[in-house]
């Protein structure tokens, strides 16, 4: 009686799962193993070796690693001062750092095109200062700065989280027993905080690697990243099939590297030493 | 005795302004099993930080085998702590705990696996070399906290209150397994703890604390036959504690009744702090009483049962092996020689004696 009553609980969510989870998923791997006449066939899967498609997934893979790199190089650092930093200033930074995420993310890349535009905001100042004006607009380089902006604290928060988690008697074990800074940090810190980067990781990574809209607002249509390509099937051409196919290939990477870093962070977990 | 081995000359030591320690000096002996006892925020904790190096002290020096380590950071320091809860690393087996110390002075993989053997045997947790941290119960965790500091051979081992998360009967099981391990080891122990039977059973010295002030330092058996203030008497066991007119040597006045002492040199009518074990107040027939009551309360306490007498308008705790029911009337009777007299507090460092009693 008690349990019927819990699984008619959870039926709005096993239909929300159904419906906009499920069912797109299911349509996709159709729409992707069919032609417009609907024989299956390999061709929409297999197309993703056509030079433009892979030169599109080479760089979005590029760009996604380049831009999850500069996000944890930045992190890590800015997590180690906020953890140092006294409890009450801590929350108010984080606060700071959360803030940006409430604005429409559209709104903030459309921001950027201002700013990094030839006569924006950023170059009529380093104008008037005499200095060389930055001519990044339409640029991998401005995608890719545009994406570290907008993942930046999917990466902070998590390191900050694990970050905060260790206790300060656990430090002060270390060095109790001899370590100085360095063992401290390498020995005590970097595995503590090994899952929060982990999660950081692929936050970042995941949405950079199938992001359109940041190469599409930023990178004047010449900036082509598999998100485009897979934008543009769906969009321009109306070929659902190839869409689908390609998308299916994106899908096999995200999972493979979600398991990939997974896999990492549970050996980096255990045998430190 | 044996040679001094730390001296805390003049430690003081303010946190946010407020005064935690106050020219505190206490010396700890080679071997030594010395414990630190006082009620909450008294200041052990800071006292051992400051011996272990968290904590700088304001003023004052810490002196080490002869040599000033006030300055001198925790991690080049010849000495050990087992933190209050624990502080395992989480992300390693035990053995790589215990090995952790040991891997920082860079000892071969022999020396380490060997270590870690005799360690392991020595807290009794033999084969739990590969285990997780997790899997471990509280009492577990305490012994390879233990363990982890012991393998590293250091000439005082420090310990806050770190048996203080263990129930009853794992905390005396661990009492004398604490005091076996310093006699094997043959290691200075400073101990922190509020609990004054563990202090009892445990130390060679006990070190009485209350407000940053040491009130007492003696072996259990003087701590708790000759307390020298009120407070010592209170928290140590126990008592009850009456003002007292010291009428000449050998008579004191209690409850407008003069009472027979062994005390001498207080001078002709002097206020003092008398204290009465509840263990030596005597309950004998009204007629053979130097004062009469009531008995107003009675708890059964399996050794003994826990008496209330009102007699002259005071709460008298008596220990008795023998039930005197609710409500019998009773005589008080106390041996001259089981009355404590003290001083009452006079001097700056003494009040903080005053405000808990
Ligand atoms: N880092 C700190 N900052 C501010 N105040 C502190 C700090 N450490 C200790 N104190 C204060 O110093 C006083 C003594 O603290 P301490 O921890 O030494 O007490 P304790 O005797 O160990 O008590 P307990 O038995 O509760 O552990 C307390 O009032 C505490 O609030
Ligand atoms: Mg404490």
Request: with cysteine; net charge negative; hydrophobic share 45%.
């Amino acid at each position: 009686m008690c349990n019927l009553k819990r699984q008619l609980l959870a039926g709005p969510y096993v239909l929300w799962m159904a419906g906009f989870i499920l069912l797109p998923v299911i349509m996709i791997l159709y729409y992707a193993f069919t032609t417009t006449g609907g024989d299956f066939t390999f061709l929409n899967v297999s197309s993703i070796t056509f030079s433009v498609h892979l030169k599109a997934l080479t760089l979005s893979f590029k760009l996604a690693l380049i831009c999850t790199v500069i996000c944890l190089a930045l992190s890590y650092p800015l997590a180690m001062i906020l953890n140092n930093m006294k409890a009450k200033s801590q929350g108010f930074v984080v606060f700071i750092f959360i803030l940006p995420m409430w604005m429409n993310f559209m709104l903030r890349i459309l921001a950027w095109r201002m700013l990094l535009s030839n006569n924006g905001v950023i170059n009529s100042l380093l104008d008037t200062l005499g200095l060389p004006g930055i001519d990044i607009l339409n640029t991998p380089t401005a995608v890719v700065f545009c994406m570290v902006y907008d993942f930046l604290p999917f990466m902070i928060l998590p390191i900050y989280n694990s970050m905060a988690r260790i206790q300060a008697d656990i430090i002060e074990a270390a060095r109790d027993l001899g370590a100085g800074n360095l063992t401290i940090f390498f020995k005590i810190i970097v595995p503590l905080t090994m899952s929060g980067v982990i999660s950081g990781i692929i936050m970042v990574f995941v949405p950079a690697l199938t992001s359109f809209a940041v190469s599409d607002l930023l990178g004047g249509g010449k900036v082509l990243l598999i998100g485009n390509v897979i934008e543009q099937a769906f969009m321009q051409e109306y070929n659902w099939n190839l869409g689908s196919g390609l998308s299916f290939v994106l899908m096999i990477f995200v999972i493979a590297s979600m398991a990939l870093m997974n896999s990492r962070g549970e050996e980096n977990g255990a045998g430190v030493w | 005795m044996s040679k001094r081995l730390i001296d805390l000359t003049h430690i003081s030591k303010s946190f946010d302004g407020q005064m935690i320690l106050d020219d505190l000096n206490l010396y700890i002996r080679e071997n030594e099993f010395l414990t630190l006892l006082g009620p909450s925020g008294c200041g052990k904790t800071t006292t051992l930080r400051i011996i272990g190096g968290f904590e700088t002290p304001d003023q004052g020096n810490i002196i080490f085998d002869g040599r000033d380590i006030t300055k001198l950071p925790p991690n080049q320091r010849q000495l050990n702590t087992v933190f209050q809860k624990y502080a395992l690393f989480p992300h390693m087996s035990i053995a790589e705990n215990i090995a952790f110390g040991l891997k920082i002075r860079k000892k071969s993989k022999t020396y380490i696996d060997d270590k870690i053997k005799y360690a392991l045997n020595l807290v009794n947790l033999e084969g739990f070399e590969n285990r997780n941290i997790d899997s471990l119960s509280g009492g577990q965790q305490q012994r390879i906290a233990i363990a982890r500091a012991i393998v590293n051979e250091p000439k005082v081992l420090l310990l806050d209150e770190p048996l203080g998360a263990l129930d009853l009967k794992l905390r005396q099981d661990m009492q004398y397994e604490l005091i076996r391990l310093k006699n094997e080891l043959g290691i200075t122990f400073v101990y922190v703890t509020h609990d004054q039977e563990e202090a009892l059973t445990m130390s060679d010295t006990i070190v009485v604390m209350n407000q940053g002030y040491i009130q007492q330092i003696g072996t259990p058996q003087d701590i708790y036959n000759e307390p020298v203030n009120a407070f010592v008497a209170d928290f140590i066991g126990e008592s009850n504690i009456l003002n007292g007119l010291m009428i000449k040597d050998r008579l004191v006045e209690i409850l407008d009744v003069k009472f027979p002492c062994v005390d001498e040199g207080f001078g002709c009518n002097t206020p003092v702090d008398v204290v009465i074990r509840p263990e030596d107040v005597e309950l004998v027939s009204p007629e053979q009483g130097m004062l009469e009551g009531d008995v107003v309360s009675l708890i059964f306490k399996g050794v003994h049962w826990e008496t209330e007498v009102l007699a002259n308008g005071f709460e008298w705790l008596v220990h008795t092996t023998q039930m005197h029911p609710l409500g019998t009337h009773v005589g008080i009777q106390v041996d001259p020689f089981n009355i404590q007299i003290m001083n009452k507090p006079e001097t700056n460092d003494e009040k903080a004696v005053e405000s808990h009693v």
